[in-house]
């Protein structure tokens, strides 16, 4: 029995092209006040901070939880021959900054990646019908267009990097998607589903005219005949008027109040108190330096 596959939805097109006309999707005018695009910014990350569980993704942590933190990295996480090396390379009190920061730089990376998500949400929400999908990162959203009744219907995945939908990836997510709109009963109007990444990707964005494509395989066919890949340089001047980096300045001036950076706020202190703790392990030798034998087998220590 043959699957039921998608219909070639009834959108206006570019000429002898599958991408949607780009008169359905104009810059917004007048652009969204600032106000709207800050309230936006902080229900985003208020969102990103809480867990599926409702437990929240960031801690209040002390300086003694993030030396015990570190000391957990170093016991757990090394490597049984370059971390005895690196650490005896270093000076002991540049190792919490080194190991630490980097964990919650990873931390954040993780968290900021669900922010982009949200943040689109909450400022398409500001236009339109707007509302989350079956899955986190997901939004289905009825567009106006005022050249085309009654609008369309977009099944959005986003995500913060190209390189987090690459590859084969991208076909799965394609398909999952037009599995929910094919699934939709009360669809009203054509839909489009739009994979959609919020950063630039190589650390170069494109432009508004450019940055809208759809996505082929490597037989040079399309994973599907309504489907669009979205980069920042359409998404943010369609949704708001702004280009990409006046929402990402506006985000940098607000991160600090939601994803604080703890091991660099507290580094000299927790510095300190690392050096006692180590040396309160014994793992110091007389020139004030981690000693390789002891680390490892602090980090390798057998299980009797």
């Not at 092209?17 to 106000?35: A, T, V």
């Not at 997510?173 to 699934?183: C, G, H, P, T, Y």
């Not at 300045?249 to 994803?259: E, F, N, P, Q, T």
Request: hydrophobic letters at 35%; one cysteine or more; a positive charge.
């Amino acid at each position: 029995m043959k699957k039921n596959k998608p219909k070639l939805q009834q959108y206006p097109r570019e000429a002898d092209d599958l991408i949607s006309s780009k008169e359905l999707f104009k810059i917004s005018d007048p652009p969204m006040k600032e106000d709207v695009i800050d309230n936006a910014i902080d229900k985003a990350f208020e969102r990103c901070k809480i867990k599926k569980n409702g437990k929240s993704r960031i801690e209040e942590i002390s300086p003694e939880d993030l030396v015990d933190r570190c000391i957990k990295h170093l016991k757990t996480r090394s490597d049984p021959i370059l971390s005895p090396y690196f650490v005896t390379q270093c000076k002991v009190e540049d190792i919490f900054e080194l190991d630490a920061v980097s964990h919650e730089m990873q931390r954040h990376r993780m968290t900021i990646g669900v922010f982009y998500q949200y943040l689109l949400l909450e400022l398409m929400r500001n236009r339109w019908n707007v509302f989350d999908g079956t899955r986190e990162g997901d939004i289905v959203a009825d567009i106006d267009t005022p050249s085309f009744q009654p609008g369309v219907r977009l099944y959005m995945s986003v995500k913060k990097s190209k390189d987090t939908v690459g590859g084969q990836d991208i076909g799965g997510v394609i398909r999952r998607l037009e599995n929910l709109a094919k699934e939709e009963k009360n669809l009203t109007r054509p839909y489009l589903c739009v994979v959609c990444v919020a950063t630039p990707h190589n650390g170069k964005l494109s432009n508004y005219e450019k940055d809208r494509s759809v996505k082929y395989t490597n037989q040079n066919m399309p994973y599907s005949l309504n489907c669009e890949y979205w980069g920042p340089a359409f998404i943010f001047p369609f949704v708001t008027g702004h280009n990409p980096k006046f929402i990402y300045l506006k985000g940098i001036k607000r991160v600090s109040a939601h994803l604080p950076f703890l091991t660099l706020k507290y580094k000299d202190e927790c510095s300190k108190l690392l050096i006692k703790r180590l040396d309160h392990l014994g793992l110091m030798n007389k020139d004030n330096k981690i000693d390789q034998n002891k680390f490892l087998e602090f980090s390798c220590e057998d299980n009797k």
